[in-house]
């Protein structure tokens, strides 16, 4: 009996292949499905909400006057801007294998060179910085990892443990840089100067958050990254819902990061070898040479989003990017206003790295037109309710940009939310859940960037809350 189960459960490589191709196949019909549901929805919206005095395109001038009529048809042009996002999302949805195989070792254990995860904290979660560096050494341990160490660089003292595994970093308060460069950008650039830290130029370190949780998979991925030199500068998928969830609407919220990470941000750094849509803060592999030959020290604005900017500056310096496979777990923020906080400070970030004079326009050329549909996305949402026919072309453009935006949540809830853990039944309410707070998600998202844009660009750097009462135990499943 047990060796017919273990014949049945043993498929071989080309079931794998077969079953991945039948699934890439599936999540094309998905995003197709999405996209002829919201032409569908924006036909009936034409048809029911239309003047019935002026079925034309133009009639629209006598009932809200020239002004209004020109003004309210500008920002329902507004998801032209998305055109560029929603082009490269469809071209890296078709092209990109969505459905990989678990990472496995390619390389010997030997060759894997010293592999530095640096944490940046300000110090003031002790407790979680001391947890989760326990586990994330006890996953490289397992993993057999065999030359790492861990950083952590922290404004305040955390008087951590000595161990061989674990060095503390603490940044001095009169530590100034150059350009005067803050927050994170000061920590990270601290860590490069003479005599603060040990590595060798043929080291790589692993930028991590202070709450980012390996797992074996990402470990084999960085560790193969590593030993393969598949680039100088690589990044990784970062998942929400793996580990206990204190914010649902948060958490589903960043589900469509999960999706964009796996589609778009993979083409861009697999196929591409460009940062072309940027950089997250964490799960970043860079060799120890190219950090230190780029640095962080890009000013005060420049200290909002120092992971872009460092993206744009590699980009600038000809460095090759490339995708690390595995994926690493983090919290979404726990609050609303802690979630509208976080995204003020990435718009805010972002625009100054697009204004900065030091990047040459054509590597932020695509951030352009996104972040400008991100500031005049909760007028957009406005304009949807007042009934003004639109011309057809861009019913065709909306439908589009607007399915693939839906497919979007529903693949990252689907790449979320294990079906271990949560059975299909929850797992299906969960996508349909996520489907109904995208209005929510945009309205949260346009406040945040008009927050930002209006208070002059403030320069702030808002600290979400880290730490909860419970520190899950979570299993890993995809190992």
């Not at 560029?84 to 496995?104: C, E, G, R, Y």
């Not at 580990?243 to 609407?249: A, F, G, K, L």
């Not at 693949?411 to 929510?440: A, Q």
């Amino acid at each position: 009996m047990s060796t017919d189960r273990g014949r049945f459960l043993s498929f071989s490589p080309q079931f794998h292949i077969k079953m991945a191709y039948v699934l890439q196949i599936a999540t094309l019909l998905q995003l197709l499905c999405s996209i002829v549901v919201i032409w569908k929805i924006q036909l009936w919206w034409q048809t029911e909400n239309q003047h019935p005095d002026n079925p034309k395109l133009w009639d629209g001038v006598d009932t809200y006057g020239y002004v209004g009529f020109m003004f309210l048809f500008c920002f329902k042009m507004t998801p032209c801007l998305s055109i560029p996002f929603t082009v490269m999302s469809t071209i890296a949805i078709t092209v990109t294998n969505l459905w990989p195989d678990p990472p496995k070792l390619e390389v010997q254990k030997s060759n894997i060179p010293n592999i530095c995860f640096r944490v940046v904290t300000r110090g003031l979660y002790k407790n979680l910085v001391i947890r989760t560096l326990e586990r994330n050494i006890e996953t490289c341990l397992k993993t057999g990892l065999e030359k790492f160490n861990f950083e952590v660089v922290t404004d305040f003292p955390l008087e951590l443990r000595p161990s061989m595994f674990v060095q503390e970093i603490v940044v001095p308060k009169n530590y100034a840089t150059k350009l005067n460069s803050q927050f994170k950008a000061r920590a990270l650039h601290y860590c490069l100067e003479k005599g603060i830290s040990n590595l060798s130029e043929d080291d790589w370190i692993v930028h991590l958050d202070e709450e980012t949780l390996l797992t074996q998979g990402s470990v084999i991925g960085l560790a193969n990254f590593a030993a393969k030199s598949m680039g100088d500068i690589g990044q990784g998928v970062i998942t929400y819902a793996n580990t206990e969830i204190i914010n649902w609407c948060t958490t589903l919220a960043d589900s469509v990061r999960v999706a964009i990470d796996i589609g778009l941000m993979k083409f861009c750094f697999q196929k591409l070898h460009r940062p072309i849509y940027g950089l997250k803060g964490s799960y970043i592999i860079i060799k120890c040479s190219v950090e230190k030959q780029i640095g962080f020290d890009y000013g005060p604005k420049g200290s909002i989003a120092e992971d872009l900017y460092l993206a744009l500056e590699a980009w600038k310096h000809g460095y090759k990017f490339n995708f690390v496979e595995g994926e690493m777990w983090e919290k979404s923020p726990f609050t609303i206003i802690d979630y509208i906080r976080q995204r003020k400070r990435w718009f805010v970030g972002r625009m100054f790295t697009i204004l900065s004079p030091n990047i040459p326009l054509k590597y932020k050329l695509l951030l352009i037109p996104s972040d400008l549909s991100w500031l005049l996305i909760i007028f957009n949402i406005f304009a949807l309710f007042v009934p003004l026919k639109t011309p057809d072309f861009m019913i065709v453009i909306t439908s589009w940009t607007g399915g693939v935006l839906v497919f979007l949540f529903i693949f990252g809830s689907i790449k979320s939310f294990s079906l271990k853990r949560y059975g299909l039944f929850k797992k299906v309410i969960i996508c349909v859940g996520n489907i109904m707070i995208i209005p929510l998600v945009a309205f949260l998202d346009g406040i945040a960037s008009l927050w930002g844009f209006i208070w002059n660009f403030d320069t702030g750097f808002h600290i979400v809350q880290k730490e909860h009462n419970q520190f899950e135990n979570a299993v890993e499943e995809e190992v």
